[in-house]
DNA sequence: ATCCAGGACATAC
DNA sequence: GTATGTCATGGA
């Protein structure tokens, strides 16, 4: 399909085995599990393509699992718009930090064995599940506030339509053209008029430009975000027009990777309020609150498992809880 | 047509 | 702290 050698510059392949990771991975369950605060990744049968901007060089990865969730290979090839001989190396760490690698699975299986009984029976079926994380933080934090009140299916179209009329355009060796997720000044001088008609994110257009407007002014610094802990984390993105407790902890589960945080949607609440306060519904806050304290810096992991397996198995709906209909991915 | 989607926000109790 | 209505938009 291409010819040997003729981008000898601009294509790598490497891969990552699992000496290199801590535990198993399903590499097929981890990336349609549609985890992440930003958008789902490409997928041609086995093969799972993810294009983004990677230290000033926009690259394309696509990714490929052999073998089994235990022993397995994960290959990498890569192919780069622009010469970058450094690229290899840091894209290895790139992707073990993006698909949660080095998150001790194990661990986790073995923590809540046995005294979590509900959550416990998922690890079979979805062993080597990992959570995602974001590759930017703004694009995170934009993707999430899009996600509020909204399907993943369509909050994933409005992200692709706002890249294909704002982000940068970059063609690939092979010919192929992206484009990947705007800038922050450009988001930050367009208006919410413009970009409601543009992307269908309807009322969501008002908060996407204010936040970016204060990210452009140096108001807002998501890396210095990134290094607080949770709590104060919490304090700083509940300020920010659009962002709630559930965005909130969005961003800092999938796109700073903080492992205590548990996003509480409308699923996760069902899910909580039927195994945990006897069907009773509690108020979304005291249901995050639940899974921090009770899952502790697993909390993120527990409610991952909890979604999969409740959309994986129509859980909610063969348990009669007469508020969900079909499950659609 | 009506309800819902990985909610946030203002307002009222 | 908790309860209710409203906010765009497309899909079921």
């Known amino acids: 399909m291409r010819l040997a050698g003729s981008f000898a510059s601009l294509e790598y392949s490497f891969h990552v085995s699992s000496a290199d990771v801590v535990g198993p991975l399903n590499l097929e369950e981890t990336v349609l599990s549609a985890q992440t605060s930003e958008p789902e990744w490409l997928r041609l049968d086995a093969l799972f393509t993810d294009v983004e901007d990677f230290d000033g060089t926009p690259v394309k990865?696509?990714?490929?699992?052999?073998?089994?969730?235990?022993?397995?290979?994960?290959?990498?090839?890569?192919?780069?718009?622009?010469?970058?001989?450094?690229?290899v190396d840091k894209l290895r760490l790139h992707l073990i930090w993006v698909l949660g690698l080095k998150d001790n699975l194990p661990l986790?299986?073995?923590?809540?064995?046995?005294?979590?009984?509900p959550l416990s029976s998922t690890?079979?079926?979805?062993?080597?599940?990992?959570?995602?994380?974001?590759?930017?933080?703004?694009?995170?934090?934009?993707?999430?506030?899009?996600?509020?009140?909204?399907?993943?299916?369509?909050?994933?179209?409005?992200?692709?339509?706002?890249?294909?009329?704002?982000?940068?355009?970059?063609?690939?060796?092979d010919r192929t053209v992206s484009f990947l997720f705007p800038k922050t000044e450009v988001l930050a001088k367009v208006t919410p008029h413009e970009l409601r008609l543009k992307t269908f994110m309807g009322y969501r257009a008002k908060p996407?430009?204010?936040?970016?407007?204060?990210?452009?002014?140096?108001?807002?610094?998501?890396?210095?975000l990134a290094e607080c802990s949770y709590e104060e984390a919490v304090e700083i993105l509940l300020d920010l027009p659009g962002v709630g407790p559930k965005v909130a902890d969005c961003f800092l589960l999938y796109g700073v990777g903080k492992l205590e945080a548990a996003p509480v949607d409308v699923w996760i609440h069902r899910i909580v309020s039927k195994l945990y306060f006897r069907r009773k519904k509690v108020s979304r806050l005291k249901t995050a609150r639940f899974l921090r304290v009770r899952f502790e810096e697993w909390a993120g992991y527990a409610q991952l498992y909890l979604f999969d397996y409740a959309r994986r198995t129509g859980f909610l709906r063969a348990a009669g809880d007469g508020s969900s209909r079909s499950t659609q991915r």
Do not use: H
Request: hydrophobic letters at 40%.
């Open 61 to 87: 990865c696509t990714l490929s699992q052999m073998g089994n969730v235990d022993q397995f290979a994960l290959n990498v090839r890569v192919l780069s718009a622009t010469p970058n001989t450094q690229i």
């Open 108 to 117: 986790f299986y073995q923590t809540f064995a046995d005294q979590e009984k």
């Open 123 to 173: 690890f079979s079926q979805l062993r080597g599940l990992r959570l995602m994380r974001g590759s930017n933080l703004y694009e995170s934090l934009i993707c999430s506030i899009l996600s509020q009140n909204n399907s993943a299916r369509l909050w994933n179209r409005t992200a692709r339509l706002l890249m294909m009329y704002y982000g940068p355009r970059v063609e690939f060796p």
């Open 208 to 224: 996407v430009v204010e936040v970016s407007r204060l990210i452009a002014r140096g108001q807002l610094r998501l890396d210095e």
